[in-house]
């Protein structure tokens, strides 16, 4: 209550005008989260009318951080929001393109509201909320990052946007687990095709040679602007 009275964290549950219902409708069956909190000045529903999820390796390469702020960038300039997790590496450089082209982004995290997370985003996040972004988690002010939220916050990252656009991924990568739940509810999916010798980019270059994912080796080939609320 504290939180709330001080605007640490506000509280969105689907009877709200803010809830993104067209977003999270696609969660039936899949979980969809009770209510949400929310960190930051921005409206979830508006902001998720055209957005894209662009996510990857936390362990990037210079070509990934590059291609993400690139991409993130240029959607941003075409009036698209940018949502990702808030790690290091391509989701780092996915909201830090976003901010430099005056754009709007959502952190959505595996923990509180109130916990930066890394730590060493801090920065990032205030500048995220000071250009009409948001933090946004399911989880309780307080709570913190678990393996288990870190799998389930996945089908939030897939779920809030129309396409998902993963830019470098290992074998093992988290990412993967994005773009699957974002097949699974329906969404587009979208690979940076990577260096075949590059670790960080045999999750995805596999993604597309088994068409799970459409390539987009530019921010042309992505298409995002399905408003659904």
Same mark, same amino acid.
């Given at each position: 209550m504290r939180a709330? !009275?001080?605007?640490? @964290? *506000?509280? %969105? +549950?689907?009877?709200? !005008?803010?809830?993104?219902l067209g977003r999270l409708s696609t969660l039936a069956g899949h979980g969809v989260p009770l209510a949400l909190?929310?960190?930051?000045?921005? %409206? %979830?529903?508006g902001l998720t009318d /055209? @957005? +894209?999820?662009?996510?990857?390796? *936390? #362990? =990037?390469? #210079?070509?990934?951080? /590059?291609? #993400?702020a690139h991409f993130s960038g240029a959607l941003a300039d075409a009036g698209a929001v940018i949502i990702s997790g808030?790690?290091?590496? +391509? !989701?780092? =450089?996915?909201?830090?393109? @976003?901010?430099a082209a005056d754009g709007q982004t959502v952190v959505v995290l595996p923990c509180g509201v109130d916990r930066t997370y890394p730590r060493q985003h801090a920065q990032l996040y205030a500048k995220v &909320?000071?250009?009409g972004g948001l933090l946004v988690s399911e989880y309780p002010i307080g709570a913190v990052p678990t393996r288990t939220r870190f799998h389930a916050r996945c089908r939030l990252l897939a779920a809030l946007t129309a396409a998902t656009v993963i830019v470098e991924a290992g074998r093992r990568s988290g990412a993967l687990a994005v773009a699957s739940a974002a097949k699974d509810l329906g969404k587009r &999916?979208?690979?940076v095709p990577g260096p075949i010798h590059s670790a960080t980019s045999t999750g995805v270059n596999e993604l597309l040679r088994i068409g799970a @994912? $459409?390539?987009?080796?530019? +921010? $042309?080939h992505i298409r995002y602007q399905e408003r659904l609320r």
């Amino acid at each position: 209550m504290r939180a709330l !009275d001080n605007g640490t @964290a *506000r509280l %969105l +549950v689907p009877e709200d !005008d803010d809830w993104p219902l067209g977003r999270l409708s696609t969660l039936a069956g899949h979980g969809v989260p009770l209510a949400l909190w929310l960190h930051g000045p921005g %409206l %979830l529903a508006g902001l998720t009318d /055209t @957005a +894209v999820t662009i996510t990857g390796s *936390r #362990a =990037s390469s #210079a070509y990934g951080n /590059t291609i #993400a702020a690139h991409f993130s960038g240029a959607l941003a300039d075409a009036g698209a929001v940018i949502i990702s997790g808030g790690g290091f590496g +391509v !989701d780092e =450089s996915a909201h830090h393109g @976003a901010l430099a082209a005056d754009g709007q982004t959502v952190v959505v995290l595996p923990c509180g509201v109130d916990r930066t997370y890394p730590r060493q985003h801090a920065q990032l996040y205030a500048k995220v &909320v000071d250009q009409g972004g948001l933090l946004v988690s399911e989880y309780p002010i307080g709570a913190v990052p678990t393996r288990t939220r870190f799998h389930a916050r996945c089908r939030l990252l897939a779920a809030l946007t129309a396409a998902t656009v993963i830019v470098e991924a290992g074998r093992r990568s988290g990412a993967l687990a994005v773009a699957s739940a974002a097949k699974d509810l329906g969404k587009r &999916v979208y690979g940076v095709p990577g260096p075949i010798h590059s670790a960080t980019s045999t999750g995805v270059n596999e993604l597309l040679r088994i068409g799970a @994912a $459409e390539v987009a080796t530019s +921010v $042309e080939h992505i298409r995002y602007q399905e408003r659904l609320r």
